[in-house]
């Protein structure tokens, strides 16, 4: 069973780096093929895909926010990690992390339920 | 970046009614589309990737075309867990994106 769990700090400062965990478990970002995105929705709003990290470490980032993205993994714990620079108010948002596998496809199969990011002096 | 336009914005039906979704990518996507549906405080479920295919374990009555750079989600026969937020990705090239989302409610 994929299960997949975002963390965050909750509110944090504007100017401050937002740094968010997905710890996941039911696959292996050792496996090939296999990645992880972030993806975002302020409230009331659409989805923006932020970043996507796959198993061999390849990195893609959303071209509108890339000067602030940083994707990471830590393979041995099942976790994914994304930190955003220099946020401000337009960054709060529930924040997601999903599953995929690039040999199937550039879709979604499996995502965590989101975590809220509220940017707030 | 690839827009892709999605309608309704709100559509109401009813249990046993159908319903249709529909998006338009700004530019040839090849049948590279997923569809979403969205509930408060659950993950999101994939319903169809690659325009057509059903994800496993999704219900039969939904299903997915394409005619060039549109595409359709029907939805037949609803059922009342069927009320709820739905997305559209396109997933042929970076960045990915995602339409601006329908929201089925019951009538």
């Known amino acids: 069973q994929v299960t997949l769990k975002e963390s965050g700090p909750g509110v944090l400062q504007p100017s401050q780096t937002l740094s968010l965990t997905c710890t996941f478990s039911g696959f292996s970002l050792n496996t090939y093929g296999v990645g992880v995105g972030w993806i975002r929705q302020p409230s009331g709003k659409g989805l923006e895909w932020l970043a996507n990290?796959?198993?061999?470490?390849?990195?893609f980032y959303n071209p509108s926010l890339k000067t602030r993205l940083t994707i990471s993994m830590d393979t041995s714990n099942s976790q994914a990690f994304l930190k955003i620079t220099s946020v401000d108010t337009a960054d709060t948002a529930t924040y997601y992390c999903?599953?995929?596998?690039?040999?199937?496809?550039?879709?979604?199969?499996?995502w965590g339920q989101g975590v809220m990011v509220t940017v707030s002096s | 970046d690839v827009q892709m336009t999605q309608s309704p914005y709100n559509l109401a039906a009813s249990p046993g009614e159908s319903v249709s979704i529909n998006c338009k990518a700004s530019k040839s996507i090849s049948k590279y589309l997923a569809w979403y549906q969205q509930k408060p405080g659950k993950a999101s479920k994939l319903l169809v990737y690659?325009?057509?295919t059903l994800q496993s374990g999704i219900p039969s009555r939904f299903s997915g075309s394409r005619s060039g750079t549109d595409f359709t989600l029907t939805i037949r026969s609803l059922e009342p867990e069927d009320f709820g937020l739905y997305y559209c990705?396109?997933?042929?090239?970076?960045?990915?994106?995602f339409g601006s989302g329908t929201k089925l409610e019951i009538k």
């Open positions: 690659d325009g057509s």
């Open positions: 999903a599953r995929v596998d690039r040999k199937s496809g550039y879709y979604f199969d499996y």
């Open positions: 990290i796959y198993w061999d470490d390849d990195k």
């Open positions: 990705q396109q997933h042929n090239e970076y960045p990915f994106t």
